[in-house]
């Protein structure tokens, strides 16, 4: 079963599901509360964390979960969970971690534990990318820093014949990144279902010379030179920024163009603007020395663990562990190493797929918990990787500051973790959106006045928080907004939502924390009963005096519990009355 299945039948179906009836609240896209301060400290978590704790020791005794069977006599696995708060300590930087070491391995699994992360790669190497040379190049074809595409681009010009020949030219970094340049999935020799060295020929297949049969990539990594020599010839799949196609040569060749831009190898990247930084030592592009800590189910050879890839390392070749990733997965959630406003534009999606619930990402694989038009929309980031008998799995939540990783080994070839994943997200993910909704109704509900005016906000089971009383001078202010906009006072739904507009407390000003107010009419059927909620058309308005109606600014102290609320269309300055 899918993660995005079960992620969407526990949150959509335990927390947002609601009695069907005429109004339906229309939030605006992200959070509908603040994301959660201190996880580790919430009981629901913890109760949570305990469930799936017993649930993963029962399927460890019986391979079976309520989320499909698992392999535990075959899988190695270590699993963390982290989150976007500071790591309470360095060489434990996550919440939870769970270990199971199948039988016939010798190295007990722990969360310094090094694993093969496969295709998780890539989000390192994206990462390393945006560090050292921003997203300024992502528009930027890919012939103006690798040489050689240039070349091709000049000997074999797509305008020819755009069927045969890739154009190069029309190429983008970005589109390399998302895996929409319409590229290979790989180099000659390294495709997982190459098939040049299996005795075809008796099924009808032709028989191939030397020349058909690849030089490098299966007993040998291929060199720059070789790779260029044998890729330039593979056909397009599409053109540039049609459709997603995954290809793991994309980002080796992202890699050459950053090594161009930057002046550095890879290897000097990785290390020196993560692995460094971040504390993150065992993660590499070679295996370590000190083997004590590696685990290999098999021996070095058939089990992948000493294939060296080469070029083709920032797509699939590097080493790592829980605890490095659980660094990576709060960096990016806290943007420790990129600007927030460089995270905002990463953490997106750039294409849809021919699912509606996926889309991709850079390089993610984005789910959303949207089954129908009236569920509540969370994109979970995700990353799955496979190298030899190595499988990882990266999941991020940004709208609520948590994600996990997930990496594993078998004994005879890749476990699935899919069933892992979907164990996770349905003890953890409802536990993660109660807590959101229980601390935003201790931080930011309550009674708030100032004169002759007042405000009261409250949280209860449908998406935000209600503005269920609202007086300025004396008057009812509500009454006032259900007439500008024309609807009845007892049917004007005002639900505030968050957004990432704050400041933080400092000598003794307290910080700013800015919602907006959707408007809904609750006579009326949202969207006259068309699949669409557009309350984001409506943002940042009617406005009153040059400010919008749908502003709330809360005032918070250094714990995040509201000292006051401004509603500055009204002029309305309110402080705590309980």
């Known amino acids: 079963m899918l993660?995005?299945?079960?992620?969407?039948?526990?949150?959509?179906?335990?927390?947002?599901?609601?009695?069907?009836?005429?109004?339906?609240?229309?939030?605006?896209?992200?959070?509908?509360?603040?994301?959660?301060?201190?996880?580790?400290?919430?009981?629901?978590?913890?109760?949570?964390?305990?469930?799936?704790?017993?649930?993963?020791?029962?399927?460890?005794?019986?391979?079976?979960?309520?989320?499909?069977?698992?392999?535990?006599?075959?899988t190695t696995l270590s699993i963390a969970l982290f989150t976007a708060d500071d790591p309470s300590n360095s060489s434990q930087p996550f919440i939870w971690d769970y270990h199971h070491t199948a039988s016939s391995v010798k190295t007990e699994a722990k969360s310094d534990s090094v694993y093969r992360i496969g295709d998780l790669s890539q989000v390192v190497t994206v990462l390393a990318f945006l560090i050292e040379a921003g997203d300024c190049h992502w528009h930027e074809p890919v012939t103006k820093y690798v040489p050689e595409l240039k070349k091709a681009a000049q000997e074999l010009p797509a305008e020819s014949d755009p069927t045969s020949y890739v154009d190069w030219d029309n190429v983008r970094l970005g589109e390399l990144a998302t895996h929409m340049a319409g590229i290979g999935r790989d180099s000659v020799g390294m495709s997982a279902v190459t098939l040049e060295d299996l005795p075809l020929e008796g099924y009808g297949f032709p028989l191939l010379n030397n020349t058909g049969k690849p030089d490098c990539g299966v007993d040998k990594p291929c060199s720059r030179t070789e790779f260029f020599s044998n890729f330039k010839h593979r056909a397009p799949v599409f053109l540039p920024s049609s459709t997603p196609i995954y290809s793991n040569a994309a980002f080796q060749i992202l890699g050459y163009a950053l090594e161009n831009i930057s002046g550095k190898t890879f290897e000097r990247l990785l290390e020196t603007k993560i692995s460094q930084p971040l504390g993150m030592s065992s993660t590499t592009l070679h295996a370590l020395s000190d083997s004590s800590h590696s685990i290999v189910p098999s021996n070095a050879s058939t089990s992948g663990w000493s294939t060296q890839l080469g070029d083709v390392t920032p797509a699939l070749g590097l080493y790592s562990t829980v605890s490095d990733l659980s660094r990576l997965g709060h960096s990016i959630l806290s943007s420790s190493l990129l600007t927030p406003s460089q995270t905002r534009r990463w953490l997106r999606p750039y294409s849809a797929t021919s699912n509606v619930v996926n889309s991709v990402g850079?390089?993610?694989?984005?789910?959303?918990?949207?089954?129908?038009?009236?569920?509540?929309?969370?994109?979970?980031?995700?990353?799955?990787?496979?190298?030899?008998?190595?499988?990882?799995?990266?999941?991020?939540?940004?709208?609520?500051?948590?994600?996990?990783?997930?990496?594993a080994a078998g004994t005879e070839e890749a476990p699935d973790l899919n069933a892992y994943a979907d164990i996770i997200a349905t003890n953890l993910l409802p536990a993660i959106v109660n807590t959101a909704a229980s601390q935003a109704a201790e931080n930011f509900s309550g009674t708030f006045k100032s004169r002759n005016s007042s405000l009261v906000v409250e949280v209860d089971s449908d998406p935000g928080m209600s503005v269920s009383k609202l007086t300025s001078n004396g008057a009812n202010?509500?009454?006032?907004?259900?007439?500008?906009?024309?609807?009845?006072?007892?049917?004007?739904?005002?639900?505030?939502?968050?957004?990432?507009?704050k400041t933080e407390p400092k000598e003794g000003r307290p910080g700013r924390f800015v919602f907006w107010a959707v408007f809904q009419d609750k006579n009326e059927l949202e969207d006259a009963g068309t699949p669409t909620c557009i309350s984001w058309m409506s943002v940042d308005s009617p406005t009153y005096g040059g400010k919008a109606l749908d502003e709330f600014v809360f005032l918070v102290d250094e714990d995040g519990s509201t000292m006051g609320i401004e509603v500055p269309a009204l002029q309305l300055k309110l402080d705590r009355a309980e």
């Open 477 to 501: 202010a509500r009454a006032a907004y259900a007439k500008i906009l024309g609807f009845e006072e007892d049917a004007l739904s005002i639900r505030l939502f968050p957004t990432n507009l």
């Open 3 to 74: 993660f995005h299945n079960i992620f969407i039948q526990s949150v959509a179906s335990l927390i947002f599901l609601r009695l069907t009836t005429a109004f339906t609240v229309c939030p605006l896209l992200g959070p509908d509360w603040p994301a959660p301060r201190s996880i580790h400290s919430s009981e629901a978590v913890r109760a949570a964390l305990k469930n799936l704790t017993n649930e993963l020791d029962l399927g460890m005794k019986t391979g079976q979960t309520d989320n499909g069977p698992i392999h535990p006599n075959t």
């Open 362 to 407: 850079m390089p993610f694989e984005i789910y959303n918990s949207a089954q129908k038009t009236t569920d509540h929309v969370l994109d979970v980031y995700m990353k799955l990787g496979y190298q030899g008998i190595y499988s990882s799995y990266l999941g991020i939540v940004p709208s609520y500051g948590v994600g996990f990783a997930i990496l």
